[in-house]
């Protein structure tokens, strides 16, 4: 900047402010003097130290302080709490703290999940109690609409995914409402297993065995001719069992003589694949499926042909029991999971050891907190400083529990106990209204003739 002969700066001649940083001078002139106030502090300090001069000491509360003795009470228990919370520190390492900690957020966490259940059996659903009650309407909705209800069941544990409310609500809805099981999944569970869970539901509802298509493509989805036996002979990712359910609906609809399309209601837990049965029987990805519990939040018709209408319906859970329970049934997000580690401890105790430690690829392990310290380490799951995220590494456990990557299944009672809500008269009746062992066999033939024979919707 130029100056005139009185010393003020002159305005630029582009009309811009002036620029206000400071020259390197200045900048080395304001470091010299904060460095030379610096060891001027310093010197004296030291000088103090030597002469014997030092701050005066707290000379504490005065006697004559009308609210000494309070002060002092609130002064050491402000001490004994920071020593508490100092030991506690020290012993956060040790494993049997960790173990105790576990036990005790697991406890906490059923605790907060049995206190949102409502007393009158109001139903719990993935996400917050307004969704769930949202959920509940739609599902009041899918019962009123539809002829028949099917309810879909995970074949890895029948009973554990099965809601007795439901099938109460269907009977209570009036003698024109039929109920059929669907045994989903077939494919995770060995085909004997499948044999003896069919035979087993079959004393209460008719059930079929199904195995929901796992293709990608958005249209074209393959169906098999052959039925759903599970184990390896349902393990492509074709669909198997949708003609035998197609054929009992048609069966149902010419016995009643129906004039109009029958409806069919799909209802169940969350993820145990009502949106994938009705994409398998459209042949065609109609139903957004994923994983995460509570991804259907909305009914949806889809017109399968003239003949049959299905509805898709959030999953709802119309039963009791702790967070962890419903958990492991896929009925809460992992991520939502304020405690995931009780949850593990359930899966370990549940599976196979050795299973366990191929699939992870983990050691030899003696607890819950061992395993998933080293599966965090295994991952590369780690906090500050090197400690395993056993929260990390337990999340991921419970979404491929979710998704069906760990192998699991329950073998069926050995006596059979007719539930309170049902009747003889009413397992007769429908027993014969939807008789499977009285469809017509079909014989496997070419997948490119089973497209162009059941692809005419498309």
């Avoid at 228990?77 to 100092?86: A, S």
């Avoid at 074949?155 to 099965?162: K, L, S, T, V």
Wanted: hydrophobic share 35%.
């Amino acid at each position: 900047l130029l100056s005139n002969s009185t010393g003020s700066k002159m305005k630029p001649k582009n009309g811009k402010a002036a620029s206000k940083r400071q020259t390197l001078q200045m900048k080395y002139k304001v470091q010299k003097k904060v460095k030379e106030a610096h060891r001027k502090q310093k010197k004296v300090g030291k000088l103090r130290d030597s002469v014997g001069i030092r701050k005066k000491k707290d000379p504490g509360i005065p006697n004559l302080h009308p609210f000494k003795a309070q002060m002092l009470q609130r002064a050491e228990e402000q001490r004994l709490r920071m020593e508490e919370r100092h030991q506690k520190e020290r012993k956060k390492g040790s494993l049997l703290a960790l173990k105790e900690d576990a036990e005790k957020r697991a406890q906490e966490f059923d605790n907060n999940q049995n206190e949102r259940m409502d007393t009158e059996g109001a139903p719990l659903a993935a996400g917050t109690e307004n969704s769930a009650r949202t959920f509940y309407k739609e599902f009041k909705k899918v019962v009123e609409a539809a002829d028949v209800l099917l309810q879909v069941l995970d074949a890895r544990d029948p009973i554990g995914c099965r809601s007795a409310q439901i099938e109460k609500t269907v009977i209570e809805a009036g003698p024109n409402k039929r109920l059929v099981l669907v045994l989903n999944k077939v494919d995770l569970v060995p085909a004997e297993v499948v044999t003896k869970w069919l035979k087993y539901l079959k004393n209460e509802f008719p059930t079929i065995a199904f195995k929901a298509s796992t293709q990608d493509q958005v249209s074209h989805i393959k169906q098999h001719a052959a039925d759903a036996t599970g184990g390896k002979d349902s393990s492509t990712s074709v669909c198997y069992g949708a003609r035998n359910l197609l054929a009992l609906l048609g069966n149902y609809s010419r016995s009643h003589d129906m004039r109009r399309a029958i409806t069919v209601g799909v209802v169940g837990f969350p993820n145990v694949g009502k949106s994938s049965i009705i994409n398998s029987l459209k042949r065609a990805r109609v139903c957004g499926v994923g994983a995460k519990p509570g991804f259907t939040k909305h009914l949806q018709e889809i017109i399968l042909d003239k003949h049959v209408k299905l509805i898709d319906s959030p999953g709802i859970v119309l039963a009791s029991g702790s967070g962890r329970d419903m958990l492991l049934k896929n009925c809460i997000k992992p991520e939502a999971v304020p405690d995931p580690i009780a949850p593990v401890d359930t899966i370990l105790s549940l599976c196979d050891k050795v299973q366990i430690m191929t699939k992870y690829v983990v050691p030899a392990y003696e607890n819950t907190t061992q395993f998933l310290q080293d599966l965090a380490r295994r991952l590369g799951k780690l906090k500050k400083g090197g400690v395993p995220d056993c929260e990390a590494a337990a999340r991921i456990v419970l979404q491929d529990w979710n998704c069906g990557n760990i192998s699991y299944f329950v073998y069926p009672p050995e006596t059979h106990t007719m539930p309170a809500h049902l009747s003889a008269s009413v397992v007769a009746s429908w027993g014969k209204e939807f008789d499977i062992d009285s469809l017509p066999t079909t014989v496997v033939e070419d997948d490119e003739e089973d497209d162009d024979e059941m692809n005419t919707d498309d």
